[in-house]
């Protein structure tokens, strides 16, 4: 015989009561755990590690729940494990609404002190000279490819790269009022307004287009200014008192970016191999014929998989460039190791950005 509502309400309290006990225990263990980091002096986060964790949970899962919720269970929990220890200091492009504070929380989960930046060169200043213990920032977008400027800032900067998160990225026209008529200016972040042209040139085709610093700075003063709208998060709109006159406008409807969680490396070390990682790196070779296939060569002859390859521009005036790799896999692989050795060996300049586990 099927049970009542109330007999699966109770039993509902039931299991959430042993769930409490069993998370209060995980929590207690954590605490030992901090205990002897810090007599060993190790860092708090190790991102490899909770890699690792989801990774097997989601493995294990049996249903019905889903491998994304697996992983955003799993990343509160170590995420509130890991504040009873010490939260996580991260700066990101604020102020509170953007994507950029989005993907920090989906990376370290909720339990972190917010250090919010006006720029992504504030990000990185802030990173780099200790207000912040992590920064995040946005790396590369489906629709518009990569954020030069986060490119151009690692280029010499001391931080490195020690994790990522994918987001998928809905941007959303809001305004104190919820009509697309009397609009004088739509206010976004330049990446925003590239990746909703389409759809602002068929609705919105006399409207003045303004750039600022992040989309909820966008989303912030058009809260100020009826005939303004920013492109934001519905997470903007809630922060803000907006309306969404128009849901989901971007181009693209798979529209994701990449972003990087970088640090200092006296932070956080290299983290050690999780079996699913990737080696991102800047080169430059010398302006001759065929250099830029020979630096490929490496890669064949020993199995290495790329990922991404990018070119930007030196600034030399010599139409020289520098060249952003991402590899498939950790230099403590023979492989991996072998390859950038013989890479590192044809270039004129080469930096390795980091060496992290892959996103989700």
């Not at 769930?19 to 007599?39: D, P, Q, S």
């Not at 920090?104 to 989960?109: E, I, R, Y």
Request: overall charge negative.
């Amino acid at each position: 015989m099927a049970k009542s509502l109330t007999e699966l309400r109770t039993g509902i309290d039931a299991v959430d009561r042993e769930l409490l006990a069993l998370l209060n225990r995980r929590a207690a263990l954590a605490n030992e755990v901090g205990e002897i980091k810090r007599a060993e002096g190790s860092p708090v986060f190790r991102p490899e590690r909770e890699a690792q964790v989801i990774n097997g949970l989601q493995d294990a899962n049996p249903g019905p729940l889903k491998g994304d919720n697996i992983a955003h269970i799993w990343r509160e929990i170590m995420s509130a494990c890991r504040a009873l220890e010490a939260p996580q200091r991260v700066a990101y492009l604020g102020p509170a609404g953007t994507f950029s504070e989005q993907a920090a929380l989906q990376f370290f989960g909720s339990s972190i002190e917010h250090v919010p930046c006006v720029s992504i060169d504030e990000v990185f200043r802030a990173t780099a000279g200790g207000s912040a213990q992590f920064g995040v920032v946005p790396v590369e977008n489906s629709t518009e490819g990569v954020v030069a400027r986060s490119l151009d800032l690692f280029l010499n900067s001391p931080l490195h790269i020690v994790g990522e998160t994918s987001l998928q990225v809905r941007h959303n026209l809001l305004r104190k009022n919820n009509a697309l008529d009397g609009i004088e200016a739509v206010l976004a972040h330049p990446q925003a307004l590239a990746q909703c042209q389409g759809w602002l040139n068929n609705h919105l085709p006399n409207v003045e287009r303004r750039a600022v610093s992040s989309n909820a700075e966008g989303a912030r003063l058009a809260a100020g200014n009826p005939a303004w709208a920013g492109i934001a998060s519905d997470r903007a709109a809630t922060e803000f008192g907006l309306h969404i006159a128009a849901h989901a406008i971007q181009d693209d409807a798979y529209n994701r970016t990449r972003f990087a969680v970088i640090c200092l490396p006296q932070t956080l070390k290299v983290p050690e191999a999780s079996g699913r990682d990737c080696v991102s790196l800047i080169v430059s070779v010398p302006n001759k014929p065929g250099a830029v296939h020979d630096i490929l060569v490496p890669l064949k002859k020993h199995g290495v998989s790329m990922t991404r390859f990018e070119s930007r521009p030196a600034r030399s005036g010599q139409w020289e460039y520098y060249f952003y790799i991402d590899l498939q896999g950790h230099p403590s692989q023979p492989p991996m190791a072998a390859a950038l050795a013989d890479l590192q060996s044809l270039c004129a300049f080469y930096k390795v950005l980091g060496t992290y586990p892959l996103g989700e």
